[in-house]
């Protein structure tokens, strides 16, 4: 910058007087000199804050006063900073939401159309449905068409390693079922209770069975907990920078083509395109770099040592094995070249890249803008064709954006094509990905599939009309939200039922759920869903006594394994566990004819070899 200024200064327009121009006195001299300082000072004051503050400015003046190798580390280097910038804050963002604890809503609710009642009825019923006039079906009619709205959902407090909240299902609005949980992940404590059922959290105890399975990251609990113990978000930031420089002292013979046009699906943009070209020693040597970087990376060796991939003594040894079978590597064929294109706008940020390696392959992938046309695309090549590529059209209007995003898979036989249309895309709350946008896949052969994505600000709403072949399915209707803050409870374990894979013996249900609270909740559940009164008490009763009776009904096997449904015996003669006898018959009429060979190596069953057999036949 230093000699910038002083070729400013040595320029003969600022030393040459002006003629013409009358002489003025000493006094005045001074006053017009100290103007002119201050101005000279003013004009070279902004010529450097404009340098520093605009990147136009910047990346222009680089671009012409700096060799190629010069530029185009410092192009890769500020784009490293500012993405190594951005992952620092996420990160940080991240780990203090984790220590204040946040909370998180979601709820899916279906809300029934007319033709989906009659559609079901119908499948169920018969089209006739509506001129019956027995109880049974009547009483089905009513349950159908008595579904508005089903929903489920909950909500859920997570703080550092500790999780707590509850869910629910309900009906018309009305709640059918709710629950609430704990999650303790310091010791692996499940918690979980049904309050319609009974008050007592159910406590799982896994803390020493799922220890087994941690036996390879004894570090693992405290990296969840503390995960910036680790690596901090300024280790975070270092690290990107790092191994951006290392690219960057690897590569030489840098080639710059200024204002090159690179198309863009349908639109043509002027880029800078930096060019390296890359053989297999430089790959080599690249690799090699990369790894003596590691070598010595406290960071990455402590995190690969907590989590159990090898020892703190194996780091150094590992990699030196790695540099080892490097060096043997065959570089001789230097013939094949990896070009690495990299594309820069006038602001000196990078756009795009190209890789490609002449008649083998080529991957690509830009981003561009004409205008309020923004375009995208990525594509993958072999052999000169394309195999795969994605391709954004958008059309910018009041920072909404209107277009199309196509997926295309090549192959010889057919050309398969996917797209996502979208309208009035605007981001309303980047840090949670909150937007609005009307959305449409577009797929061959089936019906456009709609959903209107909707925020607020605080949440996101997905909803989707299902509509196929005319006919009114019903809305689906997704929401979430997530607000900063929030308290965790863990219950008393010592208040809670216990169960543990390490207890004595398996606990019954009955010993938590009384039997007669489970009969009314089941009750009320299926009067609710539109059952009668009658055939609700019957079912709750059937189920409960499903879910509460252990004996064994030896009868009820009796009934289903009797010899008459195989031969025609008498269900009295059915085969029983208790019935022993039939056992030895079978087991000794089998040990008289298994399969044995002869000393000829022929198998002879009962009595009678291969060979007797055939000639008996």
Known sequence: ???????????????????GVERVSKKKGKKIALISGITAVALVGGGV??????????????????KPENYYAWVTEENSKNFAQSAKESYSKAYDKMQNGQNSNVSLKYVASDDFKDYALSEILGDDYRNYDDDESKMLVDIINNINEVAVGGSANVKGDLLSGNFFASLNGENLISGDIALDYENFDYFMRFPELTEQWLCVETGESMSEYL??????????????????????EDMIIRYTNIWNQSVEDIEIEKKESVDICDITVDYTVLSVELNESDIVNLAENFI??????????NIAVSLD????????????????????EDTSNNDVQLTVDTYVDPNGDIRGMRFFVEDEGEIFFAAGKDGDNVRGEFSVSEDNEKLFS????????????????????????????????????????????????????VVPDIDPIAVDFTSDGNSQDISYNINFDGRDYGTVILSVSANDGADVEIPDKNGAFLISPYMDSEPALSDY??????????????????????????GADDITWKMYDDSDDWETYDSEWGYDDFGGFDED???TYDDTEIVEEATAELNGNVLNPNEEGMFSVGGIDETEQSANE
């Open 215 to 236: 036996y390879m990251m004894p570090s693992y609990q405290d990296i969840m907990k503390n995960p910036t113990d680790y690596i901090s978000p300024e280790q975070l």
């Open 573 to 575: 003669d059915a085969f």
């Open 309 to 328: 991939v090898c020892k703190e003594e194996e780091w150094v040894s590992g990699l030196d094995e790695i540099l080892e079978e490097l060096s043997n």
């Open 513 to 538: 759920i009384p039997e007669e609270n489970m009969k009314s909740f089941i009750y009320d559940i299926l009067v609710k869903l539109g059952f009668s009164e009658e055939i609700a008490s019957d």
């Open 1 to 19: 910058m230093s000699e910038n200024l002083n070729n400013m200064n040595n320029n003969d327009n600022f030393t040459n007087a002006v003629s």
């Open 292 to 301: 003596e970087e590691m070598k010595n990376d406290d960071v990455l060796k």
């Open 390 to 441: 994605a391709e954004l059209y958008a059309d910018e209007n009041d920072n909404k954006y209107n277009g199309n995003i196509d997926f295309t898979v090549y192959n010889s036989e057919e050309t398969e094509q996917i797209s996502v249309e979208f309208t009035d895309y605007e981001v309303v709350n980047e840090e949670n990905g909150f937007f609005n946008a009307g959305v449409t896949l």
């Open 49 to 66: 804050a404009a340098y520093n503050l605009s990147d136009f400015v910047k990346n222009q003046v680089n671009l012409r006063v700096m």
